[in-house]
């Protein structure tokens, strides 16, 4: 008799405990319910995107201080002027020599430097390849 009381009270308050959740899910699932859960999440949503272009701007203004001072950007640097680089280990003026633009290039219808002279390119012409014929060799003596 105990044991039947028992499970009896066990169903009881299991059924009262499905009541209570399919209540809930149907509450949950109904129109004005979604509608404020869709509002919620739109609202979170807005706000987390706004609080990333915040980080964003404020990234981007931290990196441009950054490059304005490596720059020098900021007042802070001296800048010297670019030095011309000559090439050396030619004969001519100090050593240095000069390279020739290519013909028909923008380049060489610019004036040449003073004290150089424009000397033209020159063309290498290959010599074409004989052909070998079979059983003869280049590279090595004939036996006969």
Not at 88 to 115: C, E, H, K, V
């Amino acid at each position: 008799m105990v044991r039947r009381i028992f499970w009896m009270a066990v169903g009881a308050g299991a059924t009262v405990w499905a009541m209570n959740k399919a209540n809930e899910a149907v509450h949950r699932l109904t129109p004005d319910s979604l509608s404020g859960t869709a509002a919620r999440g739109a609202l979170q949503l807005g706000d987390a995107a706004r609080q990333f272009a915040r980080d964003v701007k404020a990234g981007m203004a931290e990196r441009e201080e950054q490059l304005r001072a490596d720059l020098g950007l900021d007042g802070t640097a001296v800048v010297e002027p670019p030095r011309r680089r000559t090439l050396s280990g030619a004969a001519g003026a100090g050593g240095d020599r000069a390279i020739s633009a290519a013909p028909g290039s923008p380049a060489a219808a610019l004036p040449t430097p003073r004290g150089t002279r424009r000397t033209p390119p020159q063309t290498i012409v290959a010599k074409p390849r004989q052909r070998e014929l079979p059983g003869s060799t280049t590279d090595r003596k004939d036996p006969h």
